[in-house]
């Protein structure tokens, strides 16, 4: 019964390469985001798309490209991985109906760029 | 700037005792509040809710908000070893769709 769920748990690159991280919510939320979460815990939101549509986009190198098939599925892809890229780097959900807001997080992906 | 402060802690307590975790805001236009709990190497659980000024309480755990005062907290009564964790603070903005903005956290550890 997972809610959101990302794909993979781990992941270990070297630098330049090209990565790309799933994420699906089976919550039926509209909302969806990807967060980033250093490694003195501080969670700072990346992007947010609402029905498949671009809502959030903060402050990230354009190295970072969200993609959202459907309003279930929020990928990642990331090129030319730099050392600062390494985090966790989670996904969540949110239903937007009724002003809940409530965000349920994925398990989070965890980039090692060596 | 939006911002959520928390005291970063750690902040320590014995086993049964009440853990009172602070929160405040910058925003006077911020509507919903969170408090999300994060064990280490896991990812943020949502463990209370506040929207309007009060307590609300759910089990061991008490949300209390001051939107006058741009203050939340969160109490956790007679607390356990496994309460020892990251608790987050979030704030819903008064705008921007969705986005919530968080504090950095305050860690908590219960000793038995």
């Known amino acids: 019964d997972t809610a959101v769920s990302q794909t993979p748990k781990y992941l270990v690159t070297q630098m330049g390469n090209d990565k790309s991280i799933k994420c699906e919510q089976n919550l039926g939320h509209d909302t969806m985001y990807w967060y980033k979460q250093d490694s003195k815990k501080f969670l700072k939101i990346m992007f947010s798309?609402?029905?498949?549509?671009?809502?959030i986009n903060e402050t990230v190198p354009n190295r970072f490209s969200p993609k959202s098939p459907d309003k279930a599925h929020l990928n990642l892809h990331i090129n030319s991985l730099e050392l600062g890229d390494s985090a966790v780097y989670f996904c969540a959900s949110s239903p937007l109906a009724g002003a809940s807001y409530e965000q349920y997080f994925g398990p989070g992906t965890r980039l090692t760029v060596t | 700037q939006k911002e959520v402060e928390q005291n970063s802690g750690p902040l320590s307590v014995p086993e049964g005792a009440i853990a009172s975790l602070n929160c405040t805001y910058s925003?006077?236009?911020?509507?919903?509040f969170f408090w999300y709990r994060q064990y280490s190497g896991k990812s943020p659980e949502l463990i209370m809710s506040i929207y309007s000024n009060g307590d609300k309480e759910d089990g061991r755990f008490t949300a209390q908000l001051n939107k006058a005062s741009q203050y939340v907290s969160l109490l956790i009564r007679d607390s356990q070893p496994s309460d020892s964790a990251t608790y987050l603070c979030?704030?819903?903005?008064?705008?921007?769709?969705?986005?919530?903005?968080f504090g950095r956290g305050t860690q908590l550890t219960v000793w038995p």
């Open positions: 925003d006077r236009g911020s509507q919903s």
């Open positions: 798309y609402n029905n498949k549509e671009l809502i």
């Open positions: 979030a704030v819903k903005g008064g705008s921007t769709l969705g986005r919530l903005y």
